[in-house]
């Protein structure tokens, strides 16, 4: 059974930083790419960043570019999101997901839209305030 787990949301202040976790279990992380999204208060999800498990190679929505960072830990089938100079804006249900890679590489478009990632966690909200 695949499992992820987010963990390191929070209330801050803008300009602070926070760095969210996501645990994967039952599935071999080699296989897939795993992804964080963004949903706020009525309004769709969105992509933030993803990285290919196999290669790391990672994606990012224009936006975060510069202030988000995506990581892994090997050892502890972890994806981090790091989350620098945050502002209101960043207030959001943040979610962790996985999408399995194929071997061909399938374009950009593939890593960054949810319809492609097949397993999704129940989300860690982060609150900014100005």
């Known amino acids: 059974q695949v499992q992820l787990v987010e963990s390191g949301g929070s209330w801050v202040q803008a300009g602070a930083s926070l760095r969210l976790s996501c645990e994967a279990s039952?599935?071999?992380?080699?296989?897939?790419?795993m992804g964080w999204f963004r949903q706020a208060p009525g309004k769709e999800r969105d992509f933030v960043a993803a990285l290919k498990w196999s290669d790391g190679n990672t994606y990012y929505a224009d936006a975060m570019k510069g202030r988000f960072i995506i990581s892994r830990d090997d050892a502890k089938n972890t994806v981090f999101l790091q989350m620098n100079s945050l502002v209101p804006e960043d207030s959001a249900l943040y979610y962790c997901?996985?999408?399995?890679?194929?071997?061909?590489?399938?374009?950009?478009?593939?890593?960054?839209?949810?319809?492609?990632?097949?397993?999704w966690g129940q989300g860690t909200q982060v609150t900014v305030s100005s």
């Open positions: 997901a996985a999408a399995r890679a194929p071997k061909e590489y399938p374009g950009t478009y593939y890593y960054t839209h949810e319809g492609f990632y097949d397993y």
């Open positions: 039952g599935l071999t992380l080699d296989d897939y790419a």
